[in-house]
Nanobody, 117 residues
């Protein structure tokens, strides 16, 4: 199963973007069981967690994005989203989606987000 990430781009500070990560061929019962997340990587740094949503929809955010970013999922579309508002230049990076359960750890291909000041 492949994860297809999209929605990145170039935006001015204060703007918004919505990232999507679709697993269109995934069986719904399998999709339900995954914990999902968005991670960000910048040059010279390790990939870091931005936001995660558990199988029962509990969410957790990195401190710098709290109140600005919202992670959600749509079971019928097999898609997880990251709504990013009030973007800052320090939000710039490549964003990766991740689906994880006890048996697998899946990553999307990454989508570039660039926030200009």
């Amino acid at each position: 199963v492949q994860l297809q990430a999209s929605g990145g781009g170039l935006v001015q500070a204060g703007g918004s973007l919505r990232l999507s990560c679709a697993a269109s061929r995934m069986i719904l019962s399998v999709f339900w069981g995954y914990n999902m997340g968005w991670y960000r990587q910048t040059p010279g740094k390790e990939r870091e967690m931005v936001a995660v949503i558990s199988s029962d929809r509990a969410t957790k955010y990195e401190d710098s994005v709290k109140g600005r970013f919202t992670i959600s999922k749509d079971n019928t579309k097999r898609t997880v989203y990251l709504q990013m508002n009030s973007l800052k230049p320090e939000d710039t990076g490549v964003y990766y989606c991740n689906f994880k359960d006890a048996n697998s750890d899946l990553w999307g291909q990454g989508t570039q987000v660039t926030v200009s000041s």
